[in-house]
């Protein structure tokens, strides 16, 4: 494709206000089940619980039940946040004498990390931490659930019993990840076609393929009807387990029937005329308050579009952050891969709201699948630096630094937002990006989705969208090293966010324009 073709093309996506709830999801397939439950009279909780374990069906290589994430809650009779962490954690019986060094110095993955014996923290059984998904839709509904547990959960059975649609994003997908995939017997058995190809259907057929998805729907099941509890402490568990250490790695029950999600306070950021609510602790979230922090003392705003002093300032902001976060906080992912990541966000009729981030780490996680429970495990173990003497080297019953970043925020007009990404570190420029633009410059949330955006993660250098103004483009160039690359759905570039807006009484919801799947659907 040439560039002059490329420049003719334009992507929008167009929003709808209304005084039904909304859910924005990665897959709309996801955000029908939890529009669903907010037409049904659902809590915005109630949708969360729904959409994140449909989402676990229907982008199963992002996330699902043996993932980890956060969420963050706002509950508009009492005005005030509240945090779910459901992150991941390492098992008891890890012992990093286990993830010796290869000492040859190479890279693998998400991180740049010293390389480890055989991708022992990366690949395979021995790179699963424990899941937090399943405790934290289970402690977020024990508060405000409205709804029963067993019908917010089917849905997702339903789903997998279905199986998910192979149409060409999942033959994409699957070919890029196709090699690492063939190294688990009962992964490749999912996701390839006879143990080795990528799965795909016929150039001209019109006959649907699915995959076949029907164990973890058995499993979706059994976690509907008795609750987390089965996951944890119950036969789930034990399947889980015992697949795990049959593939070499240390989970145990003590792990799983020992874990539990956590409330915390959030991260309270004033930020101009504004409020944002982000997760603390070992997440995004500290770096995103520092980089709001220095935005907002060395930016002030002057024109209504973001012009070149915005974009130069989000730059050193972020660049800034980032030094900061290595230095303290130990996180070193590779700027260069997304991750493995779904985020969603909720405002049902009422005004409450829910933004989650949920994730395997990488993508297809460990690329370990369970085949008692068909779940997909995520490869936690990577969060870690295999380097000892470090406050985030490996060890045993540690939380995983990550970097997913959920917010809540509220500008002074009184319109409020939830809203987060995928997209590993890219996530943080991005959530502080759209935060700018609705805050500083009063973009609608259309707005501020279809606006441009840079990355600045961590590498000292600028992504910059090449439809920004020349201009723009030349003053980046004076503040560090630019690569120009274009806005596309394969590869992004740039992180994938979702979100909704409350103006009023008026709810409304967005996607990543060049997301394929990610929509936003109303209901109640």
């Not at 483009?473 to 979702?498: I, K």
Request: hydrophobic share 40%; net charge neutral.
């Amino acid at each position: 494709m040439n560039d002059n073709f490329s420049n003719s093309q334009i992507t929008r996506k167009s929003i709808v206000a209304t005084k039904a709830g909304v859910v924005s999801a990665q897959h709309r397939r996801a955000a029908e089940v939890g529009a669903a439950v907010l037409e049904a009279g659902g809590d915005a909780v109630d949708a969360a619980v729904a959409t994140s374990f449909a989402l676990g069906v229907v982008e199963p290589w992002m996330s699902g039940p043996a993932a980890g994430g956060a969420m963050v809650i706002w509950r508009a009779n009492e005005s005030n946040a509240k945090v779910v962490n459901f992150g991941c954690r390492s098992p008891r019986e890890l012992n990093p004498a286990n993830y010796p060094l290869t000492g040859n110095g190479k890279l693998s993955d998400l991180f740049p990390w010293p390389s480890v014996v055989e991708d022992r923290n990366i690949i395979g059984a021995t790179a699963v931490a424990i899941p937090g998904v399943v405790a934290g839709m289970d402690l977020a509904h024990q508060k405000f659930g409205r709804m029963p547990w067993k019908s917010l959960v089917l849905p997702a059975a339903k789903l997998a019993e279905e199986g998910l649609l192979v149409d060409w994003y999942t033959t994409l997908v699957t070919a890029a990840s196709a090699r690492l995939l063939s190294r688990d017997a009962d992964t490749a058995a999912t996701f390839l076609e006879d143990g080795i190809w990528p799965i795909a259907g016929d150039w001209t057929s019109t006959k649907e393929r699915r995959l076949h998805q029907k164990t973890f729907s058995q499993t979706l099941t059994q976690i509907a009807e008795f609750g987390a509890n089965t996951f944890y402490k119950g036969d789930v568990a034990n399947e889980l387990v015992k697949d795990i250490r049959s593939k070499g790695g240390c989970v145990s029950l003590e792990d799983l029937s020992s874990y539990s999600a956590e409330w915390a306070e959030p991260l309270t950021v004033n930020y101009r005329n504004g409020k944002v609510f982000a997760t603390p602790g070992l997440t995004g979230g500290p770096t995103l308050a520092r980089a709001l922090g220095l935005l907002e003392r060395s930016y002030k705003p002057t024109s209504q579009l973001p012009d070149a002093q915005t974009y130069t300032a989000f730059a050193n902001s972020l660049n800034e952050a980032f030094k900061w976060r290595f230095e303290e906080m130990g996180d070193h992912e590779s700027p260069k891969s997304p991750g493995c990541t779904t985020h969603f966000s909720v405002v049902d009729r009422h005004g409450n709201m829910c933004s989650v981030t949920q994730t395997l780490l990488s993508i297809f996680g460990s690329r370990v699948t369970s085949p008692s429970t068909g779940l997909l495990l995520n490869n936690g173990i990577m969060w870690f630096d295999p380097e000892p003497g470090k406050p985030n080297s490996i060890g045993p019953n540690k939380r995983c630094l990550a970097n997913y970043s959920p917010v809540i925020g509220q500008d002074g007009k009184g319109r409020q937002f939830a809203i987060g990404a995928s997209g590993g570190r890219k996530i943080l420029g991005a959530v502080m990006q759209l935060t700018s633009f609705m805050i500083d410059h009063g973009l609608s949330l259309e707005e501020a989705f279809h606006q441009a955006r840079i990355d600045v993660s961590g590498a000292s250098r600028i992504i910059a969208d090449k439809e920004m103004p020349p201009v723009v483009l030349e003053a980046l160039r004076e503040v560090l090293p630019l690569t120009e690359v274009r806005r596309t759905p394969y590869p992004y570039s740039f992180a994938c966010p979702a979100g909704v807006m409350r103006d009023a009484d008026l709810n409304m919801g967005c996607t990543e324009i060049m997301s394929p799947y990610g929509d936003s659907v109303s209901g109640g």
